[in-house]
Antibody
């Protein structure tokens, strides 16, 4: 069964950094675009970024450009989100998703930005 | 950015009802429209892509129609497990954007 498992969330102070990881199992991650989506508490879904199979193309929403970086390591079946200069409004549940149009979602990892 | 507007934002329905949710894009997105379901406390689940193509395993009571700027998700004969929030998403132009969601609850 194909699955995604996120990790790396936690409590961080404003201005701090976190690196989220997402490991895929039951499928070959290297053959898919991969995506990050977040959901602030009680709010809707927000698309953040995606990355092509070989990492040669990356796209992201303006609100995270220059602060968040999406990357992948296909040998480890893994996707990453490096988050720097974190702000209170980055507090959310972060999901990784398989494919450009997500067809498989992880369970999410919670990021709380607070002093 | 393309704005996706869903209506209604919430609705109440009974088991067996037919439910229709509308999603409008601020510009033409052709048929690049997906629908997702999110039950309370759970991760989203993918329902439909390319406006009307069901993801594997999605029951046939779900259907999608539309093109250009106006799209609909229809659930025929609502089931207990269908009470959830539904989101549309356009993937024609970056940044990809979601609608605000439609919460379907029990009447």
């Amino acid at each position: 069964e194909a699955q995604l498992l996120e990790s790396g969330g936690g409590l961080v102070q404003p201005g701090g950094s976190l690196r989220l990881s997402c490991v895929g199992s039951g499928f070959t991650l290297s053959t898919y675009w991969m995506t990050w989506v977040r959901q602030a508490p009680g709010k809707g879904l927000e698309w953040l970024a995606n990355i092509k199979q070989d990492g040669s193309q990356k796209y992201s929403v303006d609100s995270v450009k220059g602060r968040f970086t999406i990357s992948r390591d296909n040998a480890k079946n893994s996707l990453y989100l490096q988050m720097n200069s974190l702000r209170a409004d980055d507090t959310a549940l972060y999901y990784c998703g398989r494919s450009h149009v997500v067809d498989l979602w992880g369970q999410g990892t919670m990021v709380t930005v607070s002093s | 950015d393309i704005q996706m507007t869903q209506s209604p934002s919430s609705l109440s329905a009974s088991i067996g009802d037919r439910v229709t949710i509308t999603c409008r894009a601020s510009q033409d997105i052709r048929n690049s429209l997906a629908w997702f379901q999110q039950r309370p406390g759970k991760a989203p689940k993918s329902l439909i892509y390319a406006t009307s193509t069901l993801q594997t395993g999605v029951p046939s009571r779900f259907s999608g129609t539309g093109s250009g700027t106006d799209f609909t998700l229809t659930i025929t004969s609502l089931q207990p497990e269908d009470f959830a929030t539904y989101y549309c998403q356009q993937y024609n132009i970056y940044p990809l954007t979601f609608g605000g969601g439609t919460k379907v609850d029990i009447k």
